[in-house]
Every structure is written in structure tokens, then in C-alpha cells.
């Protein structure tokens, strides 16, 4: 990976502190519950939550590791993997805990604290750890690419979702896909600078 990939991960990790201060402060963010109210009616999208799931999540990264073990005998990205997804899962539990944030006042049938979404964090790192893996197998730039773009478009559309749900507040979902990208910057550049 670039020099450029490894700084964005800098900077998402900034933004997502900055995020955070505003929502351990309380301080107003008004755009929230006004996006919250007005993307309510596109019901469509909220097929999309199921990419966030524990069970899609869960399934898909057993399969990553599956064949990363079967057909690559890559144990240092396998464990890239667990500490990827299932570090972020727990990362993101222990964030909602300290942050305690309420969710939105609507009826929306969730449990638990907002910020920041898991959805959007756990959902973000597995997605693009599994366009990481996907994307060494093929030689085309203009594959690679689409796979990158195709994966960044799942994941908007799983955060959109929770805030079409009007489970997550717009920076609930923000700060998910900034922590996780940090995530994903990180554990990919341990990867890449193991000793071989």
C-alpha cells in the first residue's frame, strides 16, 4: 500500500476523534436528528442492514479465514482477520460503553448505546480487509479498483441504512466508518511490514 493510504488512516482516525469529543461533550450537532427525520421514508435501503450483521460479518470472515488457510497457507493474514473484525467488534463495544450515547427517540427496536455504530465500524473493516485479500488475486488495476469501489458502496449503503432505521444518528455512522478505516489502515500495515 501507498504512503498516501497508510496518512488517510491517520486523518480518519483525527476526524473520528473530533467526532468523538463533540459526543462526549454534548455538544450540538444539528444536522443529526435533521437527517435522522428527513431519511426516514427511503425504506429500501434498510435491506442493506443485513451486511452489518453479526451473522453476515461472522459467516463471511470464517470463509476469509477458511480459504486464506486452504488455499493461500497465509497465517499472518488469517490473523489480520480476527484482530481486524473481531477486534473492532470488541472496540466498538467498549467505545459505546464509555461514550454512553442514547439513541435516536424513535422506535426502532435496538438495545445498547449509539456511538458509534457497528454497523459501520465492524461492517467497514470487514469488508474492505476482505477487498484487501480479494483484490492481491487479481493483476488488473481497473479490477482492483472496482473492487474497492464496489465494497465502499456496500459499506455506505449498510450506514445509510442504520440512519434510514433511524437507529444511529448520521455521526453515529460517520465516526464508525472513520474508526474503521483506521482499523483496517493499521491492521493492513502490520501485514504488509511482518517479517517474511
Known amino acids: 500500500m501507498k504512503k498516501t493510504f497508510y496518512i488517510s488512516g491517520i486523518l480518519s482516525f483525527v476526524l473520528f476523534m473530533t467526532i468523538a469529543h463533540f459526543v462526549y461533550h454534548e455538544l450540538s450537532m444539528p444536522w443529526d436528528p435533521y437527517l435522522v427525520e428527513r431519511l426516514d421514508h427511503l425504506h429500501f435501503f434498510e435491506i442493506f442492514s443485513v451486511v452489518g450483521t453479526e451473522l453476515v460479518i461472522g459467516g463471511g470472515s470464517i470463509v476469509l479465514i477458511l480459504y486464506l488457510w486452504w488455499m493461500k497457507k497465509d497465517f499472518a493474514g488469517i490473523l489480520t482477520v480476527v484482530v481486524a473484525v473481531a477486534g473492532s467488534n470488541v472496540l466498538n ?30 461492517g467497514i473493516v470487514f469488508l474492505l480487509t476482505s477487498a484487501y485479500f480479494i483484490s492481491k488475486e487479481v493483476s488488473s488495476i481497473q479490477l482492483k479498483w472496482g473492487i474497492y469501489i464496489s465494497t465502499l458502496l456496500i459499506g455506505f449503503l449498510t450506514g ?11 455521526s453515529d455512522v460517520l465516526a464508525g466508518f472513520l474508526a474503521g478505516f483506521s482499523i483496517f489502515t493499521l491492521t493492513t500495515f502490520l501485514y504488509e511490514k511482518r517479517p517474511t
Not at 95 to 117: A, Q
Not at 160 to 170: D, F, G, I, K, N
Open 93 to 122: 463495544k467498549v467505545i459505546k460503553n464509555l461514550m454512553e450515547r442514547d439513541r435516536p427517540p424513535f422506535p426502532h427496536g435496538e438495545d445498547g448505546f449509539s456511538f458509534p455504530s457497528g454497523h459501520a465500524m465492524v
Open 160 to 170: 445509510l441504512s442504520r440512519v434510514v432505521e433511524q437507529a444511529h444518528y448520521p
